[in-house]
């Protein structure tokens, strides 16, 4: 990458422009490295940027491709990005989109004995198994799309081709270039083994929220070039600060220490930062 341990840094304040200038580096990284994971220290801000980083991969494939006929080898094809969620969730609303595509909110509800779903259609696993049945639900491949996104009848007359639902997400989310999830499913199967076997670079946005903990999850003991997006401002949050038991002792210790952002922390460790100063919004 040419950063300083592998790792890059922007900040900035709120709207400035900071999380598209961190798609902006994570598909620059993408282009040098390969597949990456991405995250944040939220659903809502990982949606934000999976969302992001789709749009700015479009606009650049279809920016370069204004000089490049149409069928030419040299195209510039989308980046696959997917915002994948728990794979309960994504099982789940398969099975309702298939038995109704235009009920995407049935879709994202488990019962209530289920715990709260955050799963939300646009470029989930299941919206690009929809995209590859060529389901109404969803629009149509592009004929820039990622080549490996190929439609059902072409899969089912391929040689060795898998007939379990299971297995044919499996397939699709090792096709990713881009996997954005939250830290708490990171841990579960089968994201551990694409993020241990497949992922060659981390992008997290937010990262001035993100507790610690949560980044050094992600980040593992392989030190992954990683690129970090935030506002050092912002803190995570920590939900016992000053609270003592009934013997003045303190219930949580190291909140001083939860305080600290994996960005500060990394600020402070002389790593340079590229600084946005100015807001973009009116």
């Given at each position: 990458?040419?950063?300083?341990?592998?790792?890059?840094?922007?900040?900035?304040?709120?709207?400035?422009g900071k999380t598209t200038?961190?798609?902006?580096?994570?598909?620059?990284?993408?282009?040098?490295?390969?597949?990456?994971?991405?995250?944040?220290?939220?659903?809502?801000?990982?949606?934000?940027?999976?969302?992001?980083?789709?749009?700015?991969?479009?606009?650049?494939?279809?920016?370069?491709?204004?000089?490049?006929?149409?069928?030419?080898?040299?195209?510039?094809?989308?980046?696959?990005?997917?915002?994948?969620?728990?794979?309960?969730?994504?099982?789940?609303?398969?099975?309702?989109?298939?038995?109704?595509?235009?009920?995407?909110?049935?879709?994202?509800?488990?019962?209530?004995?289920?715990?709260?779903?955050?799963?939300?259609?646009?470029?989930?696993?299941?919206?690009?198994?929809?995209?590859?049945?060529?389901?109404?639900?969803?629009?149509?491949?592009?004929?820039?799309?990622?080549?490996?996104?190929?439609?059902?009848?072409?899969?089912?007359?391929?040689?060795?081709?898998?007939?379990?639902?299971?297995?044919?997400?499996?397939?699709?989310?090792?096709?990713?270039?881009?996997?954005?999830?939250?830290?708490?499913?990171?841990?579960?199967?089968?994201?551990?083994?694409?993020?241990?076997?497949?992922?060659?670079?981390?992008?997290?946005?937010?990262?001035?929220?993100?507790?610690?903990?949560?980044?050094?999850?992600?980040?593992g003991n392989t030190l992954l070039p990683c690129f970090?997006?935030?506002?050092?401002?912002?803190?995570?949050?920590?939900?016992?600060?000053?609270?003592?038991?009934?013997?003045?002792?303190?219930?949580?210790?190291?909140?001083?220490?939860?305080?600290?952002?994996?960005?500060?922390?990394?600020?402070?460790?002389?790593?340079?930062?590229?600084?946005?100063?100015?807001?973009?919004?009116?």
């Amino acid at each position: 990458m040419g950063r300083e341990l592998n790792i890059g840094l922007i900040i900035g304040p709120p709207g400035s422009g900071k999380t598209t200038f961190g798609a902006a580096a994570a598909l620059a990284m993408q282009v040098q490295l390969g597949q990456m994971l991405c995250s944040g220290p939220s659903h809502a801000s990982i949606d934000i940027f999976a969302h992001r980083l789709d749009q700015r991969a479009r606009a650049v494939a279809a920016r370069y491709n204004t000089v490049m006929p149409a069928g030419d080898a040299e195209r510039c094809h989308h980046r696959l990005v997917i915002r994948i969620y728990r794979p309960g969730d994504e099982i789940n609303a398969v099975t309702q989109l298939l038995r109704d595509p235009q009920d995407v909110d049935r879709a994202a509800r488990r019962g209530e004995f289920f715990p709260e779903s955050h799963w939300k259609l646009h470029l989930s696993l299941a919206y690009w198994f929809l995209v590859v049945l060529r389901s109404n639900a969803v629009p149509p491949l592009h004929v820039d799309s990622k080549p490996g996104l190929i439609s059902s009848q072409q899969y089912a007359a391929t040689l060795g081709a898998v007939s379990n639902i299971d297995d044919v997400l499996c397939e699709i989310m090792c096709q990713a270039d881009f996997l954005c999830v939250h830290p708490s499913d990171a841990e579960v199967s089968p994201i551990t083994h694409w993020k241990r076997t497949l992922a060659r670079g981390l992008a997290v946005d937010e990262a001035g929220s993100m507790s610690r903990a949560d980044f050094y999850g992600l980040w593992g003991n392989t030190l992954l070039p990683c690129f970090l997006v935030g506002d050092p401002n912002k803190n995570p949050v920590v939900l016992t600060t000053d609270e003592k038991d009934a013997d003045g002792n303190l219930y949580n210790r190291f909140a001083a220490d939860g305080a600290v952002s994996p960005l500060k922390f990394l600020m402070a460790s002389g790593i340079p930062v590229f600084r946005l100063e100015d807001s973009t919004r009116r």
